[in-house]
């Protein structure tokens, strides 16, 4: 159960510092490349409701967060598969296969005896 928790107080706070590189750093250079303001303001009009307000697509604050979503999942891959190379390189060898019963080796003899 701590693991767990130490586990998803540690993703947040990933999530946390993943957003802000995102947001404060990535998306304003992407801006750069696009030659837009603030990338993660990039939307497109439908229209209008009923009352006239601007319908929008957010279609920048959905890439910002497909990227968001893709460190966060690389960097937790990164992190299990650390923790499953410590895990695995503690683990003892296995046992030696247990010697047969005696009656088994006496089975053995005879099946032997017979092909000759």
């Known amino acids: ?14 999530a946390t510092i ?5 947001e404060g ?3 304003p250079l992407v801006g750069l490349i696009f030659q837009t303001d603030d990338f993660n ?3 497109f009009a439908l229209g209008t409701t009923k009352d006239g307000n601007p319908n929008y697509i957010l279609i920048g604050q959905f890439i910002g967060s497909i990227i968001n979503f893709l460190i966060v999942a690389f960097a937790m891959f990164v992190v299990i598969k650390g923790m ?3 895990k695995r390189k503690k683990e003892q060898a ?3 296969p247990a010697e047969p019963s005696n009656e088994e080796k ?5 099946r032997d005896l017979l092909k000759k």
């Open 1 to 14: 159960m701590i693991d767990l928790a130490v586990g998803v107080v540690i993703g947040a706070a990933f």
């Open 18 to 22: 993943t957003k802000s590189f995102i």
């Open 25 to 27: 750093i990535f998306m």
């Open 41 to 43: 303001n990039l939307k």
């Open 84 to 86: 499953n190379r410590l």
């Open 94 to 96: 296995p046992p030696p």
């Open 106 to 110: 006496l089975l053995t003899e005879i």
